[in-house]
C-alpha cells in the first residue's frame, strides 16, 4: 500500500515500537557496520550512544583489514539492493565475521545471512526507526517503556509541528543555507539534519559539532564572505563547558543561531525528538519551495546508470 511522504514521517512513531533484535550473538571484539544513506545513518546514530565496543560505520565498498571472525558485521540497506552494502556484506562472509542484516527486501535479503525483515513501502530515510531499533533493542536498552514515551513524544510532534514550521520558515524567508551545530551524543543527528535538508528540502545543507567546530569552522563564523546566506541551527540543552562553548562561539563571531530545544528526560529521548524536528523542518522547507519532499529522482537515476 502507497503511503505519501508525511505519512511516512508520521510513522516514525509506530517504527520506534517495532520489535526486533539481533537475536543470539557469539562473543565479537568490534561491530563494523555498512550502510549509505538513510540506511547508514542508523549505524552512525548508534556508533555514537554505543561505547561498550569499536565501531565503525563503513560507507563504502570494502571492509577495513581488521575485520574477521571476531567482527560482527551488520549490513544495512533499506532496499537491499544498495551496490556498496551488497559488496561490503559478501566481504564480510566471505571473510567469516559474525554478519546481519536489516533489510525490505531485495539482493541483501538473498545472501543467507541472518535478516531483520523491515516493511516495504517507505523511503529509506523515512523508515530510520525500523533501521535503528534492532541496533538499540539488542545494544541499549530492551525496555520497551522507554520506546512508548518516545513514540508518545513523537506523536505528539505529529500533531503539532508549528515550531518546526517556523523553523523552515526563517530559512526560507532568507533563501538560506542550513548550517547545523550538534554536540555529542548528537553530532550524527546534525549530520542526519544535513542530510534531511539535501534530500527532503533539495537544497546544500552543513552540519559541523561542538567541541570540534571550535577548533575550524568557528573561524569562518566570523571571517567568511556570504555569511548572510547562512541560516545556523544549534542543538539546545547542552550543559557546562559544551554550553559555555555554544554561547562563547555566538558572542566571539556575531553568529545568531535558531535553537531547536529538544524534549525528553533521556538522552534517547531526546534524540529521536531531534531526529523527528528535523524530518518536519526539512519537509516543511520542500514544500514551502514546492518541491516534492519525497522525490529522490537524481540518485535513482544515478543507481540505474551504475548498473550498466
Ligand atoms: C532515500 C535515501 C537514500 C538511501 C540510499 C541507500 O530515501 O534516504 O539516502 O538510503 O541511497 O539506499 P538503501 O537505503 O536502500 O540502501
Not at 575485520?67 to 567469516?96: C, H, P, Q, W
Not at 539534519?193 to 563564523?221: C, G, M, R, V
Request: glycine share 8%.
Amino acid at each position: 500500500m502507497y503511503m505519501n511522504f508525511e505519512d511516512q514521517l508520521r510513522d516514525f512513531s509506530r517504527q520506534v515500537k517495532f520489535k526486533a533484535n539481533f537475536g543470539e550473538l557469539s562473543p565479537f571484539k568490534n561491530i563494523v557496520i555498512s550502510g549509505m544513506g538513510g540506511s547508514g545513518i542508523a549505524g552512525s546514530i548508534f556508533s555514537e550512544i554505543y561505547d561498550k565496543a569499536p565501531v565503525q560505520v563503513v560507507s563504502d565498498y570494502g571492509l577495513p583489514s581488521y575485520a574477521d571472525r571476531d567482527t560482527l558485521f551488520v549490513g544495512i540497506s533499506y532496499s537491499g539492493n544498495t551496490e556498496e552494502t551488497v559488496a561490503a556484506t559478501k566481504e564480510a562472509m566471505r571473510r567469516g565475521c559474525q554478519v546481519r542484516l536489516i533489510t525490505s527486501g531485495g539482493e541483501l535479503s538473498e545472501l543467507g545471512a541472518e535478516t531483520v525483515v523491515v516493511p516495504k513501502g517507505y523511503q529509506p530515510r523515512a523508515a530510520l526507526g525500523y533501521l535503528i531499533k534492532p541496533f538499540l533493542s539488542t545494544f541499549i536498552t530492551s525496555d520497551e517503556a522507554q520506546y512508548d514515551r518516545i513514540s508518545r513524544l513523537l506523536s505528539d510532534m505529529d500533531t503539532n509541528n508549528s515550531n518546526e514550521k517556523d523553523v523552515a520558515g526563517k530559512i526560507f524567508g532568507r533563501r538560506s543555507i542550513p548550517y547545523v551545530l550538534g554536540y555529542p551524543p548528537f553530532r550524527w543527528v546534525a549530520y542526519r539534519w544535513k542530510t534531511q535538508f539535501n534530500e527532503n528540502s533539495k537544497i546544500l545543507a552543513f552540519s559541523a559539532y561542538f567541541p570540534e567546530l571550535d577548533h575550524n569552522d568557528a573561524i569562518p563564523f566570523k571571517h567568511t564572505y556570504g555569511k548572510e546566506n547562512f541560516s545556523f541551527l544549534v542543538f539546545g540543552g547542552s550543559t557546562g563547558q559544551i554550553e559555555k562553548r555554544v554561547r562563547f562561539t555566538s558572542e566571539i563571531t556575531s553568529t545568531e543561531y535558531i535553537t531547536i530545544q529538544p524534549k525528553g528526560d533521556t538522552v534517547l529521548e531526546k534524540l529521536f525528538y531531534l531526529v523527528h524536528a528535523g524530518d518536519y523542518v526539512s519537509y516543511h522547507l520542500g514544500n514551502m519551495r514546492k518541491i516534492d519532499p519525497e522525490d529522490v529522482s537524481v540518485l535513482t537515476e544515478l543507481k540505474e546508470r551504475l548498473k550498466s
